[in-house]
């Protein structure tokens, strides 16, 4: 059964649709492994299950993890992703884990169901798949998880790729949320997509020194009850 909004994020895919052979993955520390969670990301814990770990002044670093969706890249070719790698680090982050997955909306949904239901990771960012073509399903794996839409996110990155790509951005379909007190976002393949994304969007939302305010200082109350 894949999980739904008002299924238990706990839940694990059936064994017929393991994750593990649909998706390649690539470990920080050593060759592709299931599970590649860095120590200190398995290690850091806050109030309410958040993995936030201060690191100097009001500075937080986040266990990310990446997924790239395409039926045609290896993830030795795949640019964006490695884009995305150099770019979390670079801003202080940890990369919690990397896979790559088949334009497959069910073998996506498994994948980051695995991620958002591990309380180590904090933000998981995928690549591909948000165009109008047939085989892309990102979109449609993904909002059947999310717990809220961040609308805004959709919608500034729009404004953005329209001025590189004029009118072309409309073909985009990316977007963003929260699962389970994760942060998710969905970007569209293309190198320039992801580094218009990250360096414009995400980057400075995840650092918890954006005034007046930003996404990392709310993870540990991501799922605070009313």
Same mark, same amino acid.
């Given at each position: 059964?894949?999980?739904?909004?008002?299924?238990?994020?706990?839940?694990?895919?059936?064994?017929?649709?393991?994750?593990?052979?649909?998706?390649?993955?690539?470990?920080?520390?050593?060759?592709?492994?299931?599970?590649?969670?860095?120590?200190?990301? /398995?290690?850091?814990?806050?109030?309410?299950?958040?993995?936030?770990?201060?690191?100097?002044?009001?500075?937080?670093?986040?266990?990310?993890?990446?997924?790239?969706?395409?039926?045609?890249?290896?993830?030795?070719?795949?640019?964006?992703?490695?884009?995305?790698?150099?770019?979390?680090?670079?801003?202080?982050?940890?990369?919690?884990? &990397?896979?790559?997955?088949?334009?497959?909306?069910?073998?996506?949904?498994?994948?980051?169901?695995?991620?958002?239901?591990?309380?180590?990771?904090?933000?998981?960012?995928? /690549?591909?798949?948000?165009?109008?073509?047939?085989?892309?399903?990102?979109?449609?794996?993904?909002?059947?998880?999310?717990?809220?839409?961040?609308?805004?996110?959709?919608?500034?990155?729009?404004?953005?790729?329209?001025?590189?790509?004029?009118?072309?951005?409309?073909?985009? &379909?990316?977007?963003?949320?929260? !699962?389970?007190?994760?942060?998710?976002?969905?970007?569209?393949?293309?190198?320039? !997509?992801?580094?218009?994304?990250?360096? &414009?969007?995400?980057?400075?939302?995840?650092?918890?020194?954006?005034?007046?305010?930003?996404?990392?200082?709310?993870?540990?109350?991501?799922?605070?009850?009313?």
């Amino acid at each position: 059964m894949i999980p739904t909004p008002a299924a238990s994020r706990a839940e694990q895919p059936k064994s017929d649709r393991n994750p593990t052979a649909a998706c390649a993955r690539s470990s920080p520390h050593g060759p592709a492994t299931r599970r590649t969670t860095t120590p200190a990301a /398995s290690k850091r814990r806050v109030c309410r299950g958040s993995s936030v770990q201060a690191t100097s002044g009001r500075d937080v670093t986040l266990a990310i993890a990446l997924l790239t969706i395409s039926d045609t890249r290896t993830l030795a070719e795949d640019s964006s992703g490695e884009h995305l790698k150099n770019s979390l680090e670079t801003a202080g982050h940890q990369l919690s884990e &990397r896979a790559l997955c088949p334009d497959d909306r069910y073998r996506i949904r498994a994948e980051l169901s695995r991620w958002i239901a591990d309380p180590s990771i904090d933000v998981v960012i995928t /690549s591909g798949g948000t165009g109008l073509t047939g085989r892309d399903g990102t979109p449609e794996a993904v909002e059947p998880l999310l717990d809220k839409t961040i609308e805004g996110f959709g919608e500034l990155f729009r404004v953005l790729s329209f001025e590189t790509i004029g009118t072309s951005t409309l073909q985009s &379909r990316c977007l963003a949320g929260v !699962a389970n007190g994760t942060f998710i976002f969905v970007l569209p393949g293309s190198l320039d !997509a992801v580094s218009t994304a990250w360096d &414009r969007l995400i980057r400075a939302q995840l650092d918890a020194t954006t005034r007046p305010c930003n996404l990392a200082q709310l993870r540990s109350r991501l799922q605070e009850h009313a």
